[in-house]
């Protein structure tokens, strides 16, 4: 099965606080979202992370991916561009991007860390976590968006018909039809596409 997540941000208090996410600390909220990961996927399945495994001023937040069950895809978010090692992310990610399109089952996915216009298919995204504001407007008008990020799908992955309803639900439009999105960007950090990382040759990994 197919499984879709963004915006983990591992280890970053600074997340936990502004988002008033509900964990006491850092460490709980890191377990929590493990644990609530591996009750989900299995060894098995895939997940796409849409961007933002940790935090940009923090190395990669190894001890939690190494946790984490199923055949993993990374597509970058600002905070995971930048670091020095990203080799290091091949250890956990079968392929690492900035952009991806996908089939799952009927329906044609593109996946990106920043919302962008689709006029076919869906977008699946993260980056604006469960924030109302004027991205949230502008994104009512995108039905075929959705938001993947764990602040709005119980803070652990979602196959593509529960990412729907979550949206749905976060939008609290019915008329929207089957395909709902969330959102509203922080502003801050727009989109960035730095030189991705190179997967080591097997010869030289430990």
């Not at 970053?12 to 990961?37: G, Q």
């Not at 996927?41 to 939690?64: C, E, L, N």
């Not at 995204?125 to 602040?151: F, I, S």
Request: contains cysteine.
């Amino acid at each position: 099965m197919i499984f879709y997540t963004a915006d983990l941000h591992f280890g970053s208090e600074r997340t936990l606080r502004r988002d008033a996410r509900p964990f006491a600390h850092v460490r709980e909220m890191d377990e929590r979202l493990i644990e609530n990961w591996n009750a989900t996927v299995s060894a098995d399945d895939t997940v796409y992370v849409v961007g933002d495994i940790g935090a940009h001023d923090a190395p990669i937040p190894a001890r939690q991916l190494r946790c984490l069950k199923g055949r993993k895809h990374l597509v970058r978010g600002n905070h995971d561009m930048g670091l020095p090692g990203q080799e290091a992310l091949f250890e956990f990610f079968e392929t690492v991007t900035d952009l991806l399109e996908i089939d799952d089952g009927d329906a044609h996915v593109t996946l990106c860390h920043y919302p962008v216009v689709r006029l076919s298919g869906l977008m699946v995204h993260g980056h604006l976590h469960a924030v109302r504001g004027e991205g949230y407007r502008a994104l009512c008008g995108l039905p075929r968006a959705l938001n993947a990020g764990v602040d709005v799908n119980g803070y652990r992955p979602v196959g593509l018909s529960e990412l729907i309803e979550h949206n749905r639900r976060f939008y609290g439009d019915p008329l929207r039809g089957a395909h709902g999105s969330q959102g509203a960007r922080r502003g801050g950090w727009g989109p960035c596409f730095l030189p991705l990382p190179q997967r080591p040759n097997s010869g030289e990994r430990t």
